[in-house]
């Protein structure tokens, strides 16, 4: 039976719609994502084992040969038995536990089978199924629980025989979004929106075989989105070498079993904080690097400056904004001969002041920038200003069309309006896609200026970024960027600046007419 990707989407709904009565809709991931992922393992194996009993059923085996055979020829991970050896004995599956669903202690057993998938694969599910808090009964009460668990046994059966991996990592992204959709500012710590991801991915352009590392990876949205891309234009996506790390552990389960429910196995996702604890490093200590860097790190977040970082290139960001933090991070990431970076971050960073002006200023003098993309106010679940990707290519390595100067797209415009925030379409993606691939002339400006969806774009040399101050505000270089679209906070950062500089002129002035014995002004 063939299962279609809006069956097991309702369904899957309609357990998670069980929850309703127990908790916000903002916990529903931690609970479903394991459960489905829990009720995929457990029929997966299944399906294979009655595979090995149609081959082998009626040899004159041994247990111990069964088994060899089995996990040899057709099982890739183990469902073992709990309590082994007691009246209690059972597998920690689907099936057996869902047959006691009716006895007390339903969250103990869920917890245990779990625990026991976890502890029998440990290359594969260490810690995969998070804090599992809500096997609690005073997190979840067992009869909600079992009602969650019946409903999601209505789904049919979640093994490659009865579904592909695009089906069911489908269902796996219509689940976040949904749940994205209606729990308010806490998506934005998982989710961010496929257009998004799927623009970024675009600029970036991975390759076959190539590495590709996002270090706030949330719930796996940006690696998995590499695969896709590479796969729809002919290339294998499974043979991409995808790394993560994220702060949240629950989140991370959540990054684990989105990978797997698409088929990608070559994976690596770590806990920990990334500017504290960066978790994936070379057999010397120092940070590891990848071709294909992508992120959307938390915006402005206070953090704990370096106070000794080879990471700091050009100085340490300040304690009440990590924005730059994480792109030296980043940089410090990218492999030296095809290293490229894509990341998404407020417009502050485009001209803020301070220790973040000395680092973009070193950035730039390295020549690491490539290109600033505007992007659209509202497109993400947590914050409705507007923002701009960053991209940086490792040094020496830009196209020679792109030496010596920044890219700068305004594409603040292009969006349309959805239920709650706005959306990039599939051509306003295609737009900025073009713009970021065009041909430049000497001055600048597209060599074809009149193509179809054209973007308001330029590119401009650092010799006249370094004149502006190292000021990268869209506005400066691009004239069609829309003011109106700025974040407040944005212009209020602007206005101080100005206002800081104005004071300064203005006292030397006023110091050059004392010293001259001229009167009258006051200050």
Known sequence: MTVTQQEIENRLWDAADELRVAMPEAQYASVVFPLMFWKYLSDTWEHHHQEFLAEYGGDDLSAEEAREIEYRDHQSFEIPSIH????????????????????PGLGQRVRASLQAIETANPDKFSRLFGSMTWTSEEVLPGEVLAAVMQAMDRTPKMHEGNMSHDVLGGAYEYLLKRFSDGSGTRAGQFFTPREVVELIVEVLDPKGH???YDPTCGSG??????ANLLKVHGGRGYTLKLHGQEAVPDTAGVARMNLFMHNLTQFKVEVGDTLKDPRFKKPDGSIAQFDVI???????????????DPRAIGGVAPQSSADW??????????????????????????????????????????????????????LFYNTSIPTA???????????????????????????????NRNVLTDADIADV?????????????????????????????????????????????????AAESEELGTLIDAYNIARAERQKTEARMFAVLANAGIEGFDE
Request: charged share 20%; net charge positive; no cysteine.
């Open 210 to 212: 190539e590495s590709v």
């Open 325 to 378: 933090a994480f792109v030296q991070h980043m940089i410090a990431s990218m492999g030296p001969e095809k290293g490229r970076a894509g990341v998404v971050l407020p417009h502050g960073v485009l001209f803020r002041g301070g220790q973040e002006a000395a680092i973009r200023q070193r950035i730039l003098d390295d020549n690491l920038l490539e290109a600033v993309i505007g992007l659209p106010a509202n």
């Open 433 to 481: 896609v073009t713009a970021y691939n065009a041909k430049f002339d000497a001055a600048g400006n597209p060599e074809d200026p009149d193509r179809d969806g054209s973007l308001a774009s330029r590119f401009v040399p650092t010799a006249e970024i370094v004149a502006n101050g190292y000021d990268l505000n869209i506005g400066r270089y691009v004239k069609q960027a």
């Open 84 to 103: 082994p050896g007691t009246v209690q004995e059972r597998r920690a599956s689907w099936s057996s536990i869902l047959a006691t669903i009716t006895q």
């Open 389 to 419: 990707i960053l991209v940086f290519r490792a040094r020496g390595t830009k196209a020679p069309g792109r030496q010596d100067g920044v890219l700068f797209i305004d594409a603040s415009k292009r969006f349309a309006k959805a239920k």
């Open 221 to 226: 949205g940006m690696l998995i989105a590499s």
């Open 294 to 308: 992508l992120a959307n790190p938390p915006y402005s977040l206070k953090w704990k400056p370096w106070t000794n």
